[in-house]
């Protein structure tokens, strides 16, 4: 196993939608947090608010949009968000329009305001680069992920769990690869572009599993589930 070239990035899911938990958990010291628009329990609306949150902590706020749309991508972007994630992503022509659609020229084609709170409506001259997370979560995206990779501008290559293990569950054309081994692909993919690999865990323990197999952007757990299991436990000390 290869040294990891990257430092440990310690993110969690945040799916509630509560600007509270959203400051809450940069307080307590997080790198990023994922605020999700995909599976997450808040609208589009509930974004800005915990966006507003995290002002004043080293934490960074990504936003999972639904799907690669370019209003989408663009209005989270205006409104502060730090980075996008964008799920399913299979080839390196569906991650070069989330570039164009989440850049401003030359590098994309995203639309310019300097009225918007990514430039401080009207107090700052140019708002950064964000960061690009696509995720990988299909066989297909797996095997792509070199081209992916590949792509300018795409700084992370995200595996979704969940999705990819469901895609090699259920593919309806003949033997798939072993997730592991997915993994493996992934990462190998990454390393020869320069770029990052992410994943997102659900126990704490297999942040450094995860870390020394080469995965730098790592999440663990989401709110939702840390607040289930505390209500479970709770509930488990009932005689």
Known sequence: MKPNPFTLSLGSWLSIGSPVIAELAALSGFDWVLLDLEHGCASEAGIPDQLRALRGTATKGIVRVAAPEPDQIA???????????VPRIENAAMAASIVRFACHAPMGRRGFSRTV????????????????????ESIAGVGEAANIAMVEGVD????????????????????????EDCLDGVIAAVRSAGKESGILVRDAADVAVHLARGF????????????RKAYQALLSTRP
């Open 156 to 179: 992370v290559l995200f595996v979704g769990p969940a999705d990819l293990r469901h895609d090699l569950e259920n593919n309806p054309f003949g033997e798939s690869p072993a997730y």
């Open 216 to 227: 730098s952007r790592i999440a663990v757990d989401s709110d939702l589930s840390i607040l």
């Open 117 to 136: 709170r990514a430039t401080g409506y009207g107090l700052k001259e140019h708002p950064d680069k964000p960061l690009i997370m696509v995720q990988i």
């Open 75 to 85: 209005r989270v972007l205006d409104w502060g968000a730090d980075g996008i994630m």
